[in-house]
């Protein structure tokens, strides 16, 4: 099994701050999705990306995939405490279910 | 509300006990998943049914079991629970094909 490898694993930060927040791999991916988690709830689908380069933005979310496929990042512009919650990136290879990293953990502080 | 209905949404049960967890995908979608999520292991995967047949398996114990009903809606069983078992176990539903999966609220099982 593929590994993602989420990073960081806990961030904290103030209301209107900038935040990045990475998925690894040394293998190759046909394709990658992000979701994010709140308490109590289960995880609910951000975006998919497939193409190396795509860049898909929703509002203050800004999803890129790497140009060998390998790794993805979410920025997130002027977080608010809505943004708080687990982001958790995903792989799929058309013959397994999904495989889930273990996740970044988000709080944002009004 | 996703869509894919989960209960009981709390459960706390002794040690050695059984307990069945129920699921309602989506409606139209016929493929049904199973997930852990723990603390230290992050979401993991236990069975996957699609149409009422098992499709794949994971890290699922054999003290577990599950199955897809001709309704579509299919239940997880767990037997002689564990201290470890106490986890957060998640339904989650798709179309057949490549898309993202829609996830119920998850039943937050407790093994005392």
């Known amino acids: 099994t593929q590994l993602l490898e989420q990073s960081p694993q806990f961030l904290s930060i103030q209301e209107g701050e900038n935040l990045t927040v990475y998925c690894n791999s040394s293998?190759?991916?046909?394709?990658l999705q992000w979701y994010r988690q709140e308490p109590g709830e289960g995880p609910v689908l951000l975006v998919t990306?497939?193409?190396?380069?795509e860049v898909k933005k929703l509002k203050r979310l800004t999803f890129q995939f790497g140009d060998a496929r390998k790794d993805s990042s979410l920025h997130i512009t002027a977080a608010q405490p809505g943004d708080t919650g687990l982001y958790l990136c995903?792989?799929?290879?058309?013959?397994?279910?999904?495989?889930f990293g273990k996740g970044t953990r988000l709080s944002v502080i009004a | 509300d996703s869509g894919v209905t989960q209960t009981p949404k709390h459960l706390i049960t002794a040690t050695g006990q059984r307990v069945t967890l129920r699921c309602s995908p989506r409606?139209?979608?016929?493929?049904v998943y199973w997930y852990q999520q723990s603390l230290d292991q992050g979401l993991q995967f236990l069975i996957q049914?699609?149409?009422?047949?098992?499709?794949a398996k994971g890290n699922i114990l054999e003290r577990f079991s599950a199955q897809q009903f001709p309704d579509l809606h299919s239940e997880l069983n767990l037997s002689s629970l564990e201290l470890g078992d106490s986890a957060l176990y998640f339904c989650?539903?798709?179309?057949?094909?490549?898309?993202?999966?829609?996830f119920g609220s998850g039943t937050r099982l407790t093994v005392v």
């Open positions: 293998s190759v991916f046909s394709s």
């Open positions: 409606s139209g979608d016929l493929s």
């Open positions: 049914y699609y149409n009422g047949e098992e499709r």
């Open positions: 990306v497939v193409t190396g380069g």
């Open positions: 989650a539903s798709s179309p057949a094909g490549r898309y993202g999966y829609t």
């Open positions: 995903a792989y799929w290879t058309g013959n397994t279910p999904l495989v």
